[in-house]
């Protein structure tokens, strides 16, 4: 598989909003964004099914919404209220039938 490829990340203030985007290929079931701040494992931030079911980290639960864009391949983050803990790289995870693929990541820094 072709390792997704992520954009949109940067440096916003603490109350601001960034969305990022993730584009991959193949028969994908699954696309997720995760995070890894510094010190910290990486965790799971919010996933998309292929049938549009979501699920979202309670940390973010009312702030960041997953889309899909009309390719069914492209998977959106929209990032609302964001705080400083928020702070990490974003990876997207592509999720096929038989394995998956990370993208390199995108730094998201906010500052308060």
């Known amino acids: 598989q072709v390792q997704p490829v992520e954009s949109g990340g940067g440096l916003v203030q603490a109350g601001g909003s960034l969305r990022l985007s993730c584009a991959a290929s193949?028969?994908?079931?699954?696309m997720g964004w995760y995070r890894q701040a510094p010190g910290k494992q990486r965790e799971l931030v919010a996933v998309?099914?292929?049938?549009?079911?979501?699920n979202y980290a309670d940390s973010v639960k009312g702030r960041f919404t997953i889309s899909r864009g009309n390719a069914k391949n492209t998977v959106y983050l929209q990032m609302n209220s964001l705080k400083p803990e928020d702070t990490a790289v974003y990876y997207c995870?592509?999720?096929?039938?038989?394995?998956?693929?990370w993208g390199q990541g995108t730094q998201v820094t906010v500052s308060s």
């Open positions: 193949g028969s994908i079931v699954k």
């Open positions: 998309i099914t292929i049938s549009g079911s979501t």
């Open positions: 995870k592509a999720e096929y039938l038989l394995g998956s693929s």
